[in-house]
């Protein structure tokens, strides 16, 4: 078997990895073993119904939940010295900025957690900022800011980072359809400079057809491209058939 270069091996491999919450007759399963790899320079969409696992999952991927069952394992990722942490940017579906810090704080911080100098670490949340057309809001407080504000900046924070795997809970979920398109546009271009993986739960099918792949959940498990579930068609990959949601390739 031949053995895999560091770049060339999955950021993210799910063997059987399941979650489950409480015990007993209360219990609630949010994964049912799901198995998956996720290649360098992965572009994949997760798709599903509120409730379905998505975010469960990508927390799991993230390192931030650990499984209850099988394993969560991040081969291609350096996982000693440093830290997992400073290779995986995540957004979050919900409102993560800490109140306190102004928006280029908040988009700063990790940098400084990481040990960037302050110098550095501010204009690299500035260029962050300013490429989510943000700039203008870099010294407003996070309850100055709209719901959608405050979730461009979440995302100028996970690219000023610049990780290795980007995972994205609906976030452009609280977005117009045209900001959305921005942000996402934003995201890949960044993601292709950086030669990150990007791993993106969705709602919207004009989100997932800008993604190579498209991964379905249902009722807490994962359907990969050639699999089928009563409860879900089969998945595809979205390959050259994507519609353009009007950002740059």
């Known amino acids: 078997m031949a053995?895999?270069?560091k770049d060339q091996e999955p950021l993210v491999r799910c063997d059987d990895a399941a979650r489950t919450y409480g015990r007993g007759?209360?219990?609630?399963?949010?994964?049912?073993?799901?198995?998956?790899?996720v290649p360098p320079g992965a572009r994949i969409a997760v798709v599903g119904p509120s409730g379905s696992g998505k975010s469960t999952l990508l927390h799991l991927m993230a390192g931030l939940d650990r499984p209850t069952a099988g394993r969560v394992s991040h081969p291609g990722l350096t996982t000693t010295g440093d830290g997992l942490a400073r290779h995986i940017g995540m957004v979050f579906q919900g409102p993560s900025l800490l109140p306190p810090?102004?928006?280029?704080?908040?988009?700063?911080l990790p940098l400084r957690i990481d040990g960037v100098p302050e110098a550095e670490a501010t204009?690299?949340?500035?260029?962050?900022l300013?490429?989510?057309?943000?700039?203008?809001?870099?010294?407003?407080?996070?309850?100055?800011?709209?719901?959608?504000?405050a979730q461009r900046v979440a995302v100028a924070r996970v690219l000023a980072r610049r990780p290795r795997?980007?995972?994205a809970d609906e976030p452009t979920?609280?977005?117009?359809r045209e900001t959305g398109r921005h942000v996402l546009a934003v995201l890949l271009a960044a993601a292709a400079e950086l030669g990150a993986g990007v791993v993106i739960s969705t709602h919207d099918p004009r989100v997932a057809d800008e993604l190579d792949t498209r991964w379905h959940m249902a009722d807490g498990?994962?359907?990969?491209?050639g699999e089928k579930t009563e409860a879900e068609p089969e998945a595809e990959p979205v390959g050259d058939q994507r519609k353009s949601l009007g950002g740059p390739r």
């Open 3 to 5: 053995v895999l270069a």
């Open 25 to 37: 007759s209360g219990a609630v399963v949010a994964v049912h073993g799901a198995t998956c790899t």
């Open 101 to 108: 810090l102004t928006a280029v704080e908040n988009v700063a």
């Open 123 to 128: 204009a690299r949340a500035r260029a962050a």
């Open 130 to 149: 300013d490429s989510l057309h943000l700039d203008s809001l870099a010294e407003k407080l996070p309850d100055e800011l709209s719901a959608g504000q």
């Open 165 to 167: 795997l980007v995972l």
């Open 173 to 176: 979920g609280q977005l117009d």
């Open 221 to 225: 498990r994962l359907v990969r491209p």
